[in-house]
């Protein structure tokens, strides 16, 4: 080949193959989704009606005032240190941070000044990221959580959602059970920063508490696809293991308490109430959109169930909201 034409993740597969043999399917989802210039992530903005799929903070602006205002609690309980700084893994469109910026602003104006830091490979993401939430803060794009750990000094408080589903994972035995080995190591340099100096960080992914075996999927346009359907077109994701990563997050002194179902963690923090204080002076049509994106988020049927909620704090005890009647581990 003489020209530089753009490689598509099909051919790179193809040429990989032919060279060193079988390629692990951990290899494959990693260049489906990150491979420069053709990945996924790295050459599309995959979300809403028109994408591929649609994420809690892009049903309801609710979403992300909910989690922001759950973290301005933690920080309140945190003694309000004054060097904190916010982060986001994986941040798509940047609405999640926007949201929760928003609701900063009105209640705790400490964490709407801290500083900004973004994981996020994606360049095509990161600009988007940049126009949603650049011009109101100081914003710092990092390639992984070691970088983001490295280039910051003070108590992490921050948000992953639907990150860990997108790190490659490693099925073993014919897809009877899955390991992430990228998630464990992700944990481990959050939960190293969060037992040095403190903070809190929520995880939200689809998952359950212990290994899922056989959940990696794909979907395009809405649909389910075939795994090998056009590499790189569609997104592959699979179920997060939150107890592999309650393990990786222990092991470095670390709290990772849940998880529980999103519908009823966003219940038991006020999602109702909110909801109430948003219809109030809101009109017929606007009060339906609202009851809808409740219903999406928290419904069984919908994401309420197979979606959980975790959090990352320093060791210790005690129950933070939203997690009270779980059992104690
Ligand atoms: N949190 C957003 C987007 C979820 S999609 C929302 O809820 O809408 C996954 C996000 O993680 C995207 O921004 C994607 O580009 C990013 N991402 C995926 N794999 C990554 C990796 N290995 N390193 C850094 N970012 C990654």
Not at 228 to 248: I, K, M, T, Y
Not at 261 to 283: D, K, S, T, V, W
Request: one cysteine or more; charged letters at 20%; aromatic letters at 6%.
């Amino acid at each position: 080949m003489t020209g530089e034409a753009p490689q598509t993740v099909e051919d790179e597969i193809r040429r990989r193959i032919e060279a060193d043999g079988p390629m692990p399917f951990e290899a494959y989802m990693a260049a489906c989704l990150g491979a420069e210039e053709a990945g996924y992530y790295q050459t599309r903005d995959p979300f809403g009606e028109a994408g591929d799929f649609v994420t809690a903070p892009e049903i309801s602006g609710m979403f992300g005032e909910m989690c922001g205002l759950y973290l301005a609690h933690m920080y309140e309980l945190s003694g309000k240190p004054a060097d904190a700084v916010v982060a986001e893994l994986g941040p798509g469109r940047g609405t999640l941070m926007r949201d929760m910026r928003h609701a900063w602003s009105a209640l705790m104006p400490e964490l709407a000044a801290a500083p900004v830091h973004l994981v996020e490979t994606s360049p095509v993401l990161r600009s988007i990221q940049n126009g949603t939430i650049g011009e109101s803060a100081p914003v710092t794009w990092h390639a992984d959580t070691d970088e983001l750990v490295a280039g910051i000094e003070g108590p992490l408080f921050g948000i992953a959602n639907e990150f860990f589903d997108a790190l490659p994972d490693a099925p073993q035995d014919g897809m009877v059970a899955e390991l992430c080995p990228q998630a464990d190591l992700v944990m481990a340099a959050l939960a190293r920063s969060v037992s040095a100096r403190g903070g809190a960080m929520l995880v939200i992914d689809y998952g359950r508490d212990g290994n899922p075996g056989d959940s990696v999927q794909a979907v395009a346009a809405h649909k389910p696809v075939d795994l090998f359907h056009e590499p790189g077109q569609a997104d592959l994701s699979h179920w997060v293991d939150f107890a592999a990563l309650r393990r990786a997050a222990e092991t470095q002194g670390a709290r990772l308490i849940g998880p529980v179902a999103l519908g009823r963690f966003l219940m038991r923090i006020g999602l109702a109430m909110r909801a109430e204080q948003a219809g109030a002076h809101a009109g017929p049509e606007e009060r339906r959109a609202l009851l809808a994106a409740i219903d999406r988020l928290t419904s069984p049927a919908q994401m309420g169930e197979v979606f959980k909620v975790a959090l990352l704090v320093p060791a210790g005890t005690g129950r933070p909201p939203g997690f009270e009647t779980e059992e104690p581990r």
